[in-house]
């Protein structure tokens, strides 16, 4: 099982560079996530998609860009990196229940900026 | 104050013991996250809970919504379950968003 897929799982970046993290869930979720980890501090929201064709911005959407390209996919696009963007970023998706509303978390991609 | 607090924030033990995580948070929720982080970095959601207690295996989650509180205990700890562990609450009536605790970091030693 897949589950959630993020790519790519390193990668290092000279200030002013672009760059995008791709994320697949194939479990049918509607709602996905991007978030990022930096030490001392919380996993923070940077954009959501609550279903396909909507996003929005969370916590720290500075900075960054999203695409809910279908169903399956979401990824964040940094258009001009700068070095507080270095960070591990996690993609999630859930579906939106009460019941069924457990998290599935992408293995992380660890960025780097120069 | 941060909406969602976690204690303690790092904790050690031994093999064997018994150990106890707390989280309290200050918003209204529909849904509370416990969730694992080993070293390395994946993160594992373990539960899911809007009311009372669930079990899965060693592990019991807890939460009373009346007092803003959850607790995560695990049963005779083993070194493999050296992770950080992570509270998360879904604001009630929200779809999109998480206010994630900042974790507390367990070692067991053996």
């Known amino acids: 099982n897949a589950g959630v897929t993020q790519t790519p799982k390193f990668q290092v970046l000279k200030t002013g560079q672009s760059m995008t993290l791709q994320c697949a869930q194939d479990m049918n979720h509607n709602s996905m996530y991007w978030y990022r980890q930096d030490p001392g501090m919380g996993l923070r929201l940077i954009y959501y998609?609550?279903?396909?064709?909507?996003?929005d911005k969370g916590e720290v959407p500075n900075g960054y860009n999203v695409s809910r390209l279908n169903k399956r996919e979401f990824s964040l696009r940094l258009e001009s990196a700068a070095p507080s963007q270095t960070s591990v970023y996690f993609c999630a998706s859930s579906e939106w229940d009460l019941q069924a509303g457990e998290l599935f978390f992408g293995e992380g991609s660890r960025l780097t900026v120069l | 104050k941060n909406e969602v607090e976690q204690s303690p924030q790092n904790l050690t033990a031994q093999e064997g013991e018994f150990i106890t995580i707390n989280c309290s948070y200050s918003v209204g929720i529909s849904a509370l996250h416990w969730l694992q982080q080993h070293p390395g970095g994946g993160i594992v959601s373990l539960f899911m809970?809007?009311?009372g207690k669930k079990k899965h295996g060693r592990l019991i989650a807890t939460i009373n919504i009346q007092e803003k509180h959850s607790s995560l205990h695990i049963t005779a700890s083993h070194p493999r379950d050296s992770a950080v562990y992570i509270c998360a609450v879904r604001r009630g009536g929200s779809q999109g968003n998480l206010i994630f605790g900042k974790g507390t970091k367990l070692s067991v030693k053996p």
């Open positions: 809970l809007s009311s």
């Open positions: 998609s609550a279903s396909e064709g909507t996003t």
